[in-house]
């Protein structure tokens, strides 16, 4: 993973990095997405979007902690596909949605935004919004990586 983008590209991808960072602190909240009051994974990249783009890509249905599972269907990885471009991982720049399977085998159902190579802004339950390292046990995890369009 690259820390910068090619030249014409860093604007997009700064701002998207200062708008994640402003939602830092925001306490986790499932299904939640206001920035400063609460917050999910799927809330903190629709959050940035609607703050980038100034409107909701689309308004996700409601969903249970155990959506994954119980469906089966890789609705988070369709979802990006409809509304930003796929990457490859090894693309991944500051400012891509990085999407993860937080066990091999399962659904992808996790989703942060890559602030530098080494870090990511996500929101993880129990916790409130935080710029974590993106190490091993993260990376492995990784299921696909995506660009905001129009950010570039």
């Known amino acids: 993973m690259a820390d910068e983008r090619e030249a ?7 701002a998207i990095v200062r708008v994640a960072r402003g939602w830092i602190g925001t306490p986790y909240h499932h299904q939640a997405s206001l920035k400063g009051v609460g917050t999910d994974c799927l809330g903190l990249v629709r959050g940035v979007w609607r703050e980038i783009h100034g409107r909701d890509a689309e308004l996700p249905p409601a969903y249970s902690r155990d959506w994954a599972e119980a469906s089966g269907r890789e609705t988070m990885l369709e979802a990006a596909r409809r509304h930003l471009d796929e990457i490859t991982v090894a693309e991944a720049e500051a400012g891509d949605v990085l999407i993860f399977r937080l066990r091999p085998g399962t659904v992808a159902k996790h989703a942060g935004i890559l602030a530098t190579a080494g870090t990511m802004i996500h929101a993880m339950e129990g916790r409130p919004v935080a710029e974590v390292p993106l190490g091993p046990w993260w990376r492995r995890r990784i299921a696909a990586a995506f660009r905001v369009r129009g950010a570039g």
Not at 8 to 14: E, H, K, V
């Open 8 to 14: 014409g590209q860093g604007a997009g991808a700064s």
